[in-house]
């Protein structure tokens, strides 16, 4: 469970195996400078801290990583959370935080909870997902169409009357440069397919930009030169306070590595019918969101596009993964510099692209035509994250998906009283010892049956229908065979009702508890203080024991028929 697959995939590696790899690490490498620059400068760093981002992240998810093929490196889902971090906390904020999120997602992968962030619903994904996008496409407005305004506000509400208000600026060459840079991306692919339409982009948009001297902010004009060599590591300074405050945005950077780097690794075994290993997946991923901050790099993750694309290059094993780390190393040390001749309108031209594959409309539509409650955690989500902050959106999406998801397990759990007149209907794949049909129910004897969970939502439920029942009875039967497991709560009603019992001067009888709801009733003292004798397997035992208390003889005859009445 904790071996990374590159040492699985070494055992049996060839030179076919590298010579693909090779290829694929290249062309990948090459896809994800132009990603890793545009990510890096909206995260709000400079464009090479994107690059020693990708250099990291590439080399020690693939390095340590539970998936052949994962590509790891910056993604569009830090955008918000890291740009949001440096401007409250800044540059040695991000590094805690990234480091703590680092730490959690490796004591995640160490505690085995990899198949937990299954738990996580669709709906609360793609509402912070299509929330990110939205986002990304209204920071990149500005650049997109040259607009010059100093202090663009941070929020996104107060983006849009910026923008309004600063359209007279609008620099036509940067649009052109803009749109150029969106028709290569969009046409490229049906011109040549081998090499990646980013990438194409970028070059066709720097060299248009240049060679007719147009007017537009570039990288170097920005940013100035991008270095051309790798940092020494350096280390925060810690505090408790910083701790205390950049703690729930670390939960979230880990939340959202575990959850980008899983399903980019799903995804990529559906591709080529492999299986990853979840809890070594984010025990690389959690090292490197610890070593990306030490060299000055923001938060890593896997990465879909580029996981596609290294499959589809012909990569097969983690070994692509690090040579495109290495490949991205190289062009760093060797063209760097040029990298500060790139406009500023072509990496928003290729990030608007990103939020329009990220937005996912498709799935926009789908989530709206869910039940209420999907749609209601959906559009919560989707709305807080646009609005307030991805951190509240994620708390509130979760405990809203969490009470949603209790109140419909309470829905579904029934409960039935079984009376003196019988409706076949109900009963009629019921046979032998566990059939009411055809069986008496002494007078003074009622029976109650609880299908489903019996949680602390079934257990409020349960005690009102009791309390609408004013006949006299002596005896209670309580149904558990379609009961899998019971809670705390559940326990506490049960002895509830036996305390009601006793002072009603009548007897609890349990029928069919299974190994959970048994073992926790025995644990908690349940079935001392009801009595080894009032819990029976199924219940015609429990019939019989009714009879045994009301002094009659076992099968006796006191009433003609039984009902089974659901409330």
Known sequence: MFIPKLITTLRTYNKNQFIRDLTAGIIVGIVALPLAIAFGIASGVSPEKGIITAVIGGFIISALGGSKVSIGGPTGAFIVIVFGIIQSHGINGLMIASILAGLILIAMGLMKLGTLIKFIPLPLISGFTSGIA?????????????????????????????????????????LIVSLVTLLVIILFPFINKKIPGIFAALVIGTLFSNFLGMNVETIGSKFGSIQNYFPAPSFPEITYSEIYNLIGPAFTIAILAAIESLLCAVVADGIIGGRHRSNMELIANGAANVASPLFGG????????????????????????????????????????????IPMAVLASILIVVSFNMFEWREFKAQLKMPKSDILVFLSTFILTILFDLTIAIEIGMIMSAFLFMNRMASVANIGMISREFDETLEQDDTGVNSIQNKEIPKGVIIYEINGPFFFGAASKFK????????????????????????????????????????????????????????????????????????????????????????????????????SVEK
């Open 298 to 341: 923001i938060p890593v993750t896997g990465a879909i596009a580029r996981t596609v694309t290294n499959i589809r290059s012909g990569g097969n094993t983690p070994v692509a993964g690090i040579i495109h780390s290495f490949m991205l190393l190289l062009i760093m040390f060797f063209f760097g510099n040029y990298a500060g001749m």
């Open 134 to 174: 939205l986002i990304i496409f209204t920071t990149q407005i500005k650049d997109f169409l040259g607009l010059k305004i100093n202090n663009l506000p941070p929020d996104f509400l107060g983006k849009l009357p910026e923008y309004l208000k600063n359209f007279p600026s609008l620099n036509y060459d940067a």
């Open 464 to 563: 009102e229908i009791l309390r609408s029942v004013h006949s006299k009875y002596n005896i209670l039967i309580l149904r558990l065979r379609n009961v899998p497991a019971i809670d705390a709560t559940g326990i506490a009603t049960i002895e509830d009702i036996y305390d009601e019992c006793r002072k009603n001067n009548s007897v609890l009888i349990l029928s069919g508890m299974h190994a959970q709801p048994l073992f926790a009733s025995e644990k908690s003292g349940l079935i001392k203080k009801i009595g080894d004798d009032n819990v029976r397997g199924n219940v015609d035992d429990a019939l019989n024991r009714a009879r045994e208390i009301l002094g009659l003889p076992p099968g006796e005859v006191t009433a003609e028929k039984e009902t």
